[in-house]
């Protein structure tokens, strides 16, 4: 069985970096053809892609947000992060990661069932 776990500090100050972990058990996240993303959703809001990084480590961000977004991953850990710079308290949310193929980033979708597996989310709060 696939589990993901989000992992990272609750709190971020505004203007800072917010960095994020994933951590993949009971599967790899080199497996061919998946791809390994991060989601969001602000309280009262809707599901935001943010981005996602492949297997073989393509990346691809939501253009909103990609001057401020990155997404790297460690194979030997399989785990994935993401960082998300000059925060401010608009990016409060709760952050999940997710699995799945590769019409899910195609479609930049935010729709759990368009995923294989998705975390339980860690809630981030972006103040002073």
């Known amino acids: 069985q696939v589990r993901l776990q989000e992992s990272g500090p609750g709190l971020v100050s505004p203007s800072q970096t917010l960095s994020l972990t994933c951590t993949v058990s009971g599967g790899s996240i080199t497996t061919e053809n998946s791809w390994w993303t991060w989601i969001r959703q602000p309280r009262g809001k809707g599901l935001e892609w943010m981005g996602a990084?492949?297997?073989?480590?393509?990346?691809k961000y939501r253009p909103s947000l990609k001057s401020r977004t990155s997404i790297s991953r460690d194979t030997s850990k399989n785990q994935f992060t993401l960082e998300l710079s000059f925060v401010t308290p608009e990016d409060t949310a709760v952050y999940y990661c997710?699995?799945?193929?590769?019409?899910?980033?195609?479609?930049?979708?935010?729709?759990?069932?368009?995923?294989?597996?998705w975390g339980q989310g860690t809630q981030v709060t972006v103040s002073a």
């Open positions: 990084i492949s297997y073989s480590g393509r990346t």
């Open positions: 997710a699995g799945g193929p590769p019409r899910a980033t195609l479609n930049e979708s935010a729709d759990k069932w368009d995923y294989d597996y």
